[in-house]
């Protein structure tokens, strides 16, 4: 019983850049990871960072490197994702995650917020 909730999406143009922002509360003890995953309309649930509540240790999808960066704040319990620059096909709805196992597929992930609009204009 962990809730996830996003926020920071919107509408932004080409080149620019937008953090997201993910509380986590409840059992958050059951939790090692947080992941961010994005899916557009018709697509995959694609992956796109991880990193690990103690220690900080972070891994970035080839997707998304040396343009998105996952970071955490242990005391607010909160996952961040930074994205610069954004490109329309960064268009899609993006989702947090918690675990105890990382990795790159969904199914490794217990729990899921509701997800945030991110809509990049061209």
């Known amino acids: 019983q962990v809730q996830l909730v996003e926020s920071g999406g919107g509408l932004v143009q080409a080149g620019g850049s937008l953090r997201l922002s993910c509380a986590a509360s409840g059992r958050t003890f059951s939790t090692d990871f947080m992941g961010w995953f994005r899916q557009a309309p018709g697509k995959e649930r694609e992956f796109l960072a991880f990193?690990?509540?103690?220690?900080?240790?972070?891994y970035h999808g080839d997707s998304v490197k040396g343009r998105f960066t996952i970071s955490r704040d242990t005391d607010k319990y909160t996952v961040y994702l930074q994205m610069n620059p954004l490109k329309p096909e960064d268009t899609a709805v993006y989702y947090c995650a918690a675990g105890r196992i990382a990795g790159e597929r969904p199914q490794y992930y217990n729990y899921w917020g509701e997800g945030t609009q991110v809509t990049v204009s061209s």
């Open positions: 990193i690990m509540w103690s220690g900080g240790v972070s």
